[in-house]
């Protein structure tokens, strides 16, 4: 069965940075495309970013030229590497298997961004 563990959150000060980490069991995590969705307090679940295959990728434009997804087959593991964080990154923040947000997803990791 599907497994999808998130981790990497805390709490940061608005321009710092996070790593964030996906690691996944149960499928073909290496032919899958893998996608990061977030949820702020309050609001619907968000598309962040999704990794095609090991060379190319898309961004939502909130997070374009800040946040950079990547992987690691031979690991299992998704990242989400995210550079100048600001209040409105703020959110729960998913992995997905799958293009959009409404694949299988895990239990999400807390990112909160306040000075």
Not at 30 to 49: D, H, I, N, Y
Not at 97 to 103: A, D, E, L, Q
């Amino acid at each position: 069965q599907v497994q999808l563990v998130e981790s990497g959150g805390g709490l940061v000060q608005p321009g710092g940075s996070l790593r964030l980490s996906c690691a996944a069991s149960g499928f073909s995590f290496s032919s899958s495309f893998m996608t990061w969705a977030r949820q702020a307090p309050g609001k619907g679940l968000e598309w962040v970013a999704t990794m095609y295959n090991s060379n190319s990728a898309r961004y939502a434009d909130p997070v374009k030229g800040r946040f950079t997804i990547a992987r690691d087959n031979a690991k299992n593991t998704l990242y989400l590497q995210m550079n100048s964080l600001k209040p409105e990154d703020t959110a729960v923040y998913y992995c997905v298997v799958g293009i959009g947000i409404t694949g299988e997803r895990g239990q999400g990791t807390q990112v909160t961004v306040s000075s």
